[in-house]
């Protein structure tokens, strides 16, 4: 028996996807509590079931976690409120499996839920410099540094150090376009939310869009849209009952990464999280069948590609040039089946989303289903690449 096998110690049971991207009238609180009661429906399971809540206080107000069980009206054993970004979620599905491991819970509850497009929130481009001095302030704001300028900074990096090419990173948009063609919630997203045009697009298309930061063209960056979700994990008591075969959380690393002297902007922390997972989980790279990764923008999957070690450093233009990372092309990982944040939804933090999909591949649910796929990687990237994040690597396989 190999040690993946042996890992059978918490599983995700139940999982929802809001199915808006544009939503009307509703708070990101509707959102979540929508998304809780729908997750715990598919998982068979009740509200008083749920004896763990994890909360990245999204939804406003200083006490995330409490606010959330107030809400639901449990009384959870555990809470927490593990904040660091787009990768809050896989760090809460680790934290979630290390508790339910250790018997501190039996059912945790993960939710997400946001209004950024309803509220015209210009994420990661607005805001004044901050008024205290900190590691962010008093290095980078007063230069008008932008979120999307610190991606263009590690993409442009990339290919003077390696020879990345723009055809090369436009591969991924195209990739996950493909992919959300096929997936009628975010064919509808892209049309609610303006986009011209809904169907597959070219490499020739992304390079002729509007240049954003560059290298990055508009294409290459994710849409900004309302949203959320939820995912159940449980014991595998519970889990034995519930509606649906188990997917199991067979692995899991953090790490973080910030600017340092000598550093390397083109290295994520996913160098760190990435082998750890891994390693816990008793598989390699090779042996993934779906790589959800989280897709900002183009230059992020890239990067955390390599730093995953699906291809070595410097190696990730040659390794997804081709198109091989779509579902229908076996021999490689398919990338970000639901269409990503760069083509389904992307509402400020995405990290819940790539274990749904994850979730979704390995139950044989996805509109762009892998035969038989049995073993999937979620990586989330909280923060800025090129300058501080946070990485959650989730490794999730299926009996």
């Known amino acids: 028996?190999?040690?993946?096998?042996?890992?059978?110690?918490?599983?995700?049971?139940?999982?929802?996807?809001?199915?808006?991207?544009?939503?009307?009238?509703?708070?990101?609180?509707?959102?979540?509590?929508?998304?809780?009661?729908?997750?715990?429906?598919?998982?068979?399971?009740?509200?008083?079931?749920?004896?763990?809540?994890?909360?990245?206080?999204?939804?406003?107000?200083?006490?995330?976690?409490?606010?959330?069980?107030?809400?639901?009206?449990?009384?959870?054993?555990?809470?927490?409120?593990?904040?660091?970004?787009?990768s809050s979620y896989e760090f809460h599905v680790a934290h979630a499996a290390r508790d339910i491991a250790?018997?501190?819970?039996?059912?945790?509850?993960?939710?997400?839920?946001?209004?950024?497009?309803?509220?015209a929130r210009a994420i990661g481009t607005g805001g004044a410099v901050a008024a205290t001095p900190?590691?962010?302030?008093?290095?980078?704001?007063?230069?008008?540094?932008?979120?999307?300028?610190?991606?263009?900074?590690?993409?442009?990096?990339?290919?003077?150090?390696?020879?990345?090419?723009?055809?090369?990173?436009?591969?991924?948009?195209?990739?996950?376009?493909?992919?959300?063609?096929?997936?009628?919630?975010?064919?509808?997203?892209?049309?609610?939310?303006?986009?011209?045009?809904?169907?597959e697009i070219t490499i020739e298309d992304v390079i002729n869009s509007r240049m954003i930061a560059d290298p990055l063209h508009l294409l290459e960056c994710c849409l900004i849209s309302d949203g959320g979700g939820a995912i159940v994990l449980a014991s595998p008591d519970v889990a034995r009952g519930t509606r649906h075969r188990p997917v199991w959380v067979l692995g899991a690393g953090e790490a973080t990464k910030y600017p340092e002297n000598g550093g390397d902007i083109t290295t994520t922390a996913a160098a760190q999280s990435g082998p750890r997972a891994f390693s816990q989980a008793g598989v390699t790279p090779a042996e993934i069948d779906i790589a959800m990764i989280y897709d900002s923008f183009t230059i992020?999957?890239?990067?955390?590609?390599?730093?995953?070690?699906?291809?070595?450093?410097?190696?990730?233009?040659?390794?997804?040039?081709?198109?091989?990372?779509?579902?229908?092309?076996?021999?490689?990982?398919?990338?970000?089946?639901?269409?990503?944040?760069?083509?389904?939804?992307h509402p400020g933090m995405r990290g819940l989303f790539l274990v749904t999909e994850a979730t979704r591949q390995l139950r044989g649910q996805s509109t762009s289903q892998v035969p038989g796929a049995r073993l999937a990687v979620a990586h989330g990237n909280g923060g800025w690449l090129g300058t501080r994040h946070a990485a959650g690597t989730i490794i999730l396989g299926r009996d």
């Open 1 to 86: 028996m190999t040690r993946a096998q042996q890992q059978r110690t918490a599983a995700v049971v139940g999982i929802h996807e809001f199915p808006l991207r544009k939503v009307d009238g509703l708070s990101a609180l509707q959102i979540k509590a929508a998304s809780a009661a729908a997750a715990l429906s598919d998982a068979g399971l009740k509200i008083s079931d749920v004896d763990a809540v994890y909360d990245a206080g999204e939804a406003g107000g200083s006490f995330a976690g409490v606010t959330m069980a107030e809400y639901l009206g449990i009384h959870p054993d555990v809470i927490d409120t593990t904040s660091v970004g787009g």
């Open 102 to 119: 250790v018997g501190r819970a039996n059912v945790a509850l993960l939710t997400y839920g946001s209004t950024a497009r309803s509220d």
């Open 134 to 199: 900190s590691p962010i302030s008093n290095m980078e704001d007063p230069w008008g540094m932008t979120l999307i300028a610190n991606y263009g900074l590690a993409a442009r990096r990339h290919m003077h150090q390696y020879g990345t090419t723009a055809e090369q990173l436009a591969q991924i948009a195209v990739v996950t376009r493909y992919h959300s063609t096929r997936n009628p919630e975010a064919t509808k997203a892209l049309a609610d939310l303006g986009i011209r045009e809904t169907g």
């Open 300 to 345: 992020t999957v890239l990067a955390i590609l390599e730093d995953l070690g699906f291809c070595k450093k410097g190696e990730g233009g040659a390794y997804v040039e081709d198109g091989s990372l779509r579902f229908d092309r076996p021999g490689r990982p398919a990338l970000n089946t639901d269409g990503g944040g760069l083509s389904s939804n």
